[in-house]
């Protein structure tokens, strides 16, 4: 298994600001911030955020839509480096109740956010405009990303590699269009495509796609354009777990422009099942079919 890199904080004398969604990323970041002495404040979300993690910490909860109190709190503390982690749940309009602050951003933004990408491009314009530095996770927990290797016993056979080639080459030219990071590749067939409905539904209704035959693949990269601050791909236990329960053979992702959790339990988990997990640098790839 490619071993993974060292925690080194940026600053541990700098109060860190964590605006946390849910899964276990945010409890990642805290557990380091606690370990290493890095002071912190969390921004908790009603309905979004995980609640287990503001016991022992300075916080606040508020709704997504208060902008205002949630900047005025955060320069109230003195806090200029942000990290934005975790899952959030798209809210409706009546749930979000955007303050004055928050309608005037998406007023600017207008029509311009259609993808994710473009709607963090700019929240992070707005939030450096306000003064804050935008950090990513990794430069905290250096050891989420993943490496460049096998992280599994079993290796892709050649057949696999086909349908790797093939699923990088897709993800990432629609991951430029600002539409997914995941495919799933069969014998060179590609079953689906990532959308609006996430990793884990993809996996859900390709598995009744399958044809007999080798089991397939899922690829997940990072779009050529993706902010690596703001949005890494992201995978675990979880993800590996519904491959199996699709028939997929393994799972191929990013080295060092994404996150794998647990990589310890996901490699037991894949040698268990006879799958492969690997870490390919995409940025330097070379077809191997």
């Known amino acids: 298994m490619p071993a993974s890199k060292k925690s080194s904080l940026v600053n541990s004398q700098k109060k860190l600001g ?7 990323l945010p409890y990642r970041l805290v557990n380091a911030c606690r370990e290493n002495g890095q002071p912190y404040f969390i921004v908790a979300f009603e309905g979004q955020t995980d609640p287990t993690i503001l016991p022992g910490s300075d916080y606040m909860i508020t709704r997504l839509g208060a902008a205002g109190r949630i900047l005025n709190t955060l320069k109230a ?3 200029e480096d942000l990290v934005i982690i975790g899952s959030i749940r798209r809210p409706s309009l ?28 700019a929240l992070r314009r707005e939030l450096e405009d306000e003064g804050f530095v935008i950090r990513g996770i990794q430069d905290y927990v250096p050891d989420l990303l993943a490496m460049e290797g096998d992280y ?13 080639d093939r699923g990088i080459e897709v993800s990432q030219a629609l991951g430029g269009l600002d539409v997914g990071q995941s495919v799933i590749v069969q014998e060179g067939l590609v079953l689906g495509v990532e959308a609006a409905e ?22 997940k990269t990072c779009k050529p354009q993706q902010d690596q601050d703001l949005d890494l791909p992201t995978v675990g236990i979880r993800t ?9 053979n393994g799972l191929v992702i990013h080295a060092n422009r994404s996150i794998l959790i647990n990589p310890q ?16 640098d995409i940025d330097n790839y070379k077809p191997k079919s």
């Not at 979000?96 to 311009?112: A, I, N, S, V, Y």
């Not at 590996?240 to 028939?247: E, F, N, P, T």
């Open 152 to 164: 599994s016993r079993v290796r892709p056979k050649k057949g696999d590699w086909q349908d790797i």
């Open 265 to 280: 339990e996901v490699a037991e988990y894949a040698n268990r099942n006879k799958m492969f997990v690997v870490g390919v």
């Open 18 to 24: 964590i605006i946390a969604g849910g899964g276990e």
């Open 94 to 121: 009546p749930e979000l109740r955007p303050d004055m602050r928050t309608f005037r951003f998406f007023t600017k933004l207008g029509l311009r956010a259609m993808g994710d990408d473009s709607l963090l491009s």
């Open 198 to 219: 996430g990793t884990d539904a993809l996996i859900s209704r390709c598995g009744g796609y399958k044809r007999k035959g080798r089991g397939g693949v899922l690829v």
């Open 77 to 79: 503390h003195g806090i």
């Open 240 to 248: 590996l777990r519904m491959c199996q329960k699709a028939g997929l």
